[in-house]
C-alpha cells in the first residue's frame, strides 16, 4: 500500500461512537452502510481501533463496518479489573449499538482470543469469526492473567511492572513506538499514523493510551475450556489467516510448529489462509493482501 493509497483510505473518514458497558464508556468507529451486512474489528494488545483505519474503507464496499477500542485501549476507558467476560460484553455491545444482527467478527492476535471466547460464550451472536494471526492453545484453560497467548512471558512481566512512560512531545514518542513482536518494517507511513494515535497527552507529558498493567487485572477464567477445545465446541463459522513469516507460526521452530499442528488440527485447510510477506501484523505488513483475503472469506456474507 502506497502512502498515497493510505491517504486515500484515510480520506474515507468514519463516524465515533461510544457505549457504556459496566460503567465504561466504549469507544468505536463505524463506516456506515445502511442495510449491510455488519464486521466488527478487534485490535490486539497494547493496539488500538486506528490500526484499521486503512483496512476499514474497503470492507466497507461491501459491509458496515465497526472497530472498537476494548477497555483499558485506545480512546476508551480503562477498568480497575478486566475478564474474559467483560470484553466479550464489550464487543457484543458495540455490535448491538451499531444494529448489527449475526456480525462477522474479524480479531488480530490476543484480541482473536478474546472474540473466540465471546463466540463461545455467545453462540448465537456472531455468524462468522476471522481470527488474524491468533494462536489456539492447546494447554492450560485460558486464563488470560498473562500474555503466553501472543507474546512471551518475559515481555508480561517487564509491560506490568515498569512505570509508565512520560514524553515531551507527540513526535518524541512516536520515534519510541515498536511493534510487538519486532518484525521488518515495509509500511513507515502506516506505522507512523498508528504511533500517532498510540499516545494521549497528559499534565506530565505524552504517555501511551493502552493500561500497562492490563493483564495483571486480569481475573482468571478457570471455567473456559482450552482454546483447542474451545475450538471444537464453537458453533460459529470460523478462519485463521497467518501471516507466512509470523514468528507465532514459523514452522522452524517449536513455538511455531506446535501452533500451527493446533490449528491444522481445529481448522480445514481451506479455512486457514497464508499471507506471503507477512509477519505477525499482518495489516501493517501486506494490507493490500490482508483486504484481498478478508474480502475473500467474506465473499458469501456480503
Same mark, same amino acid.
Not at 476507558?77 to 462477522?104: C, D, N
Not at 472474540?115 to 489456539?136: E, G, K, T, Y
Given at each position: 500500500?502506497?502512502?498515497?493509497?493510505?491517504?486515500?483510505?484515510?480520506?474515507?473518514? !468514519?463516524? #465515533?461512537?461510544?457505549?457504556?458497558?459496566?460503567?465504561?464508556?466504549? %469507544?468505536?468507529?463505524?463506516?456506515?452502510? !445502511?442495510?449491510?451486512?455488519?464486521?466488527?474489528? =478487534?485490535?490486539?494488545?497494547?493496539?488500538?481501533?486506528?490500526?484499521?483505519?486503512?483496512?476499514?474503507?474497503?470492507?466497507?464496499?461491501?459491509?458496515?463496518?465497526?472497530?472498537?477500542?476494548? #477497555?483499558? /485501549?485506545?480512546?476508551?476507558?480503562?477498568?480497575?479489573?478486566?475478564?474474559?467476560?467483560?470484553?466479550?460484553?464489550?464487543?457484543?455491545?458495540?455490535?448491538?449499538?451499531?444494529?448489527?444482527?449475526?456480525?462477522?467478527?474479524?480479531?488480530? &492476535?490476543?484480541?482473536?482470543?478474546?472474540?473466540?471466547?465471546?463466540?463461545?460464550?455467545?453462540?448465537?451472536?456472531?455468524?462468522?469469526?476471522?481470527?488474524?494471526?491468533?494462536?489456539?492453545?492447546?494447554?492450560?484453560?485460558?486464563?488470560?492473567?498473562?500474555?503466553?497467548?501472543?507474546?512471551?512471558?518475559?515481555?508480561?512481566?517487564?509491560?506490568?511492572?515498569?512505570?509508565?512512560?512520560?514524553?515531551?512531545?507527540?513526535?518524541?514518542?512516536?520515534?519510541?513506538? %515498536?511493534?510487538?513482536?519486532?518484525?521488518?518494517?515495509?509500511?513507515?507511513?502506516?506505522?507512523?499514523?498508528? /504511533?500517532?494515535? &498510540?499516545?494521549?497527552?497528559?499534565?506530565?507529558?505524552?504517555?501511551?493510551?493502552?493500561?500497562?498493567? =492490563?493483564?495483571?487485572?486480569?481475573?482468571?477464567?478457570?471455567?473456559?475450556?482450552?482454546? &483447542?477445545?474451545?475450538? /471444537?465446541?464453537?458453533?460459529?463459522?470460523?478462519?485463521?489467516?497467518?501471516?507466512?513469516? #509470523?514468528?507465532?507460526?514459523?514452522?522452524?521452530?517449536?513455538?511455531?510448529?506446535?501452533?500451527?499442528?493446533?490449528?491444522?488440527?481445529?481448522?480445514?485447510?481451506?479455512?486457514?489462509?497464508?499471507?506471503?510477506?507477512?509477519?505477525?501484523?499482518?495489516?501493517?505488513?501486506?494490507?493490500? #493482501?490482508?483486504?484481498?483475503?478478508?474480502?475473500?472469506?467474506?465473499?458469501?456474507? /456480503?
Amino acid at each position: 500500500m502506497t502512502p498515497e493509497q493510505f491517504t486515500q483510505a484515510l480520506s474515507h473518514t !468514519p463516524e #465515533s461512537f461510544s457505549v457504556m458497558v459496566k460503567d465504561v464508556p466504549i %469507544r468505536y468507529r463505524r463506516w456506515p452502510k !445502511p442495510n449491510a451486512p455488519g464486521v466488527l474489528l =478487534v485490535h490486539g494488545h497494547a493496539a488500538h481501533a486506528r490500526w484499521w483505519d486503512h483496512i476499514g474503507p474497503a470492507l466497507h464496499h461491501r459491509f458496515d463496518v465497526s472497530a472498537i477500542d476494548l #477497555s483499558g /485501549a485506545g480512546d476508551s476507558a480503562h477498568r480497575t479489573t478486566y475478564s474474559s467476560r467483560l470484553f466479550a460484553e464489550e464487543m457484543m455491545a458495540v455490535t448491538h449499538h451499531a444494529g448489527y444482527a449475526s456480525p462477522i467478527i474479524i480479531a488480530h &492476535s490476543f484480541g482473536g482470543t478474546l472474540a473466540r471466547v465471546a463466540c463461545f460464550l455467545n453462540p448465537h451472536w456472531a455468524q462468522q469469526l476471522i481470527l488474524m494471526d491468533s494462536v489456539i492453545p492447546s494447554g492450560s484453560p485460558i486464563r488470560l492473567d498473562s500474555s503466553k497467548v501472543v507474546k512471551t512471558p518475559s515481555t508480561s512481566v517487564r509491560q506490568t511492572s515498569r512505570p509508565a512512560r512520560v514524553y515531551a512531545t507527540r513526535p518524541i514518542a512516536m520515534k519510541r513506538f %515498536r511493534l510487538t513482536p519486532r518484525q521488518p518494517l515495509r509500511h513507515p507511513h502506516i506505522l507512523a499514523h498508528i /504511533a500517532h494515535h &498510540s499516545f494521549r497527552e497528559s499534565e506530565a507529558g505524552f504517555v501511551f493510551k493502552f493500561d500497562r498493567a =492490563v493483564f495483571n487485572k486480569i481475573i482468571p477464567a478457570p471455567d473456559l475450556p482450552t482454546g &483447542s477445545e474451545m475450538m /471444537a465446541r464453537l458453533q460459529t463459522q470460523t478462519s485463521l489467516v497467518i501471516g507466512r513469516k #509470523s514468528v507465532f507460526f514459523d514452522p522452524a521452530t517449536p513455538l511455531g510448529e506446535k501452533n500451527l499442528s493446533t490449528a491444522t488440527k481445529q481448522l480445514a485447510n481451506h479455512q486457514i489462509k497464508m499471507i506471503d510477506d507477512a509477519g505477525h501484523h499482518l495489516m501493517v505488513d501486506q494490507p493490500l #493482501s490482508t483486504i484481498e483475503t478478508l474480502l475473500a472469506l467474506t465473499a458469501d456474507s /456480503a
